[in-house]
């Protein structure tokens, strides 16, 4: 099966195709390190803690 489109109109429709395109989470990171290294930019991620859990407290109040 062929169909005869205007050009306009399929470049139309390659820009609303490349719109719908979802960009996956690897994706992301990568184009998120690139633009971190274009920039110098350099996140500091700072050391893990344990924080306060009220709702593990409150389980712990009760005897199975």
């Keep these: 099966m062929a169909v005869v489109v205007e050009a306009e109109m399929f470049e139309e429709f390659l820009t609303w195709r490349k719109q719908r395109e979802k ?19 350099i996140l500091e991620v700072p050391s ?14 009760f005897s199975l």
């Design 48 to 61: 893990c803690q344990d924080r306060p859990n009220p709702f593990a407290d409150a389980i712990d109040d």
């Design 23 to 41: 960009i996956s989470l690897a994706d992301a990171f990568r184009e998120l390190r690139q633009i971190a290294t274009e920039e110098d930019y």
